[in-house]
């Protein structure tokens, strides 16, 4: 029971893995050289399962101290993060909405100052327009109107 316990939080991000496999599994993956709609979200969530389950098995060799409480704050900031980026994606484009979606972490990460705030949005919206917009040629903006 006590290795249940040490392994729960790979456990935990496995089973996330796992619904989101089950959740893409009527998608089409196409090909490797023509992806389908599935392939990006099946090649993650088996990411994740493998990393969970290596994060439990780390967890359960290894002699670690657990949190006595569980980071419900940082929860809800990634939750909370996610769920803005959903809603706001095609009202503000990629880089307005990333400064949002990373100014919500960044409440919850009492470190984080605005500058980095600021310099990993930018960053990450350039990364996003790079790797979706040029790379797959998907129709999204970088700013409103643009």
Known sequence: MKALF??????????????FLYASRDLDMGVPRNM????????????TIVFGLLIAVVNVVRDVTLPRQFPW????????????YAL??????IALTTLCAISVLA????RMKWLETV???IGVSAFLWLTFVLG???PL??????
């Open 73 to 84: 704050l940082g929860l809800c900031g990634v939750v909370a993060s996610i769920a803005l």
């Open 119 to 121: 310099l990993l949005s």
């Open 88 to 93: 706001l994606i095609e009202r503000l484009g």
């Open 36 to 47: 389908g709609p599935g392939m990006f979200p099946v090649v993650l969530s088996a990411l």
């Open 141 to 146: 903006r970088l700013f409103p109107g643009f």
């Open 107 to 110: 409440l919850v990460i009492p």
């Open 136 to 138: 797959l040629g998907m």
């Open 6 to 19: 040490k392994a729960q939080d790979g456990l935990l991000v496995a089973l996330v893995g796992a619904i």
